[in-house]
């Protein structure tokens, strides 16, 4: 079992910058991460991934503003949050997953709020 736990969320004013971290309770060396969100009354969605070889995928809304990275010597993964806008608001989860093993794990989220 792989514990993850968020931190980084806060109220921020739109324009704003936050960075979530992810701290694992194990090796993330050979697991793909990501970070997800959930919006107010809206389904989880796919916000950015980094897979164990380092490959990066963006969701297109927040592709040139949000950037992932991993510290697999760390164990930890990081969202950089730029030029924040009120529709990111969201709760953001942190997945780890090695899908041929059919393992999946998620934290129990962070809550951003981009509000003035």
């Known amino acids: 079992q792989v514990q993850l736990v968020e931190s980084g969320g806060g109220l921020v004013q739109p324009g704003g910058s936050l960075r979530l971290s992810c701290a694992a309770s194990?090796?993330?060396?050979?697991?793909?991460m990501g970070w997800y969100r959930q919006g107010p009354g809206k389904e989880r969605e796919s916000v950015a991934v980094i897979s164990n070889s380092g490959v990066i995928n963006y969701a297109v809304s927040v592709k040139d503003r949000f950037t992932i990275s991993r510290d697999n010597a760390q164990n930890t993964v990081y969202l950089q949050m730029n030029s924040l806008q009120p529709e990111d608001t969201a709760v953001y989860y942190c997945?780890?997953?090695?899908?041929?093993?059919?393992?999946?794990?998620w934290g129990q989220g962070t809550r951003v709020t981009v509000s003035s």
């Open positions: 997945n780890a997953n090695r899908r041929l093993l059919r393992q999946n794990y």
């Open positions: 194990t090796n993330i060396f050979s697991f793909n």
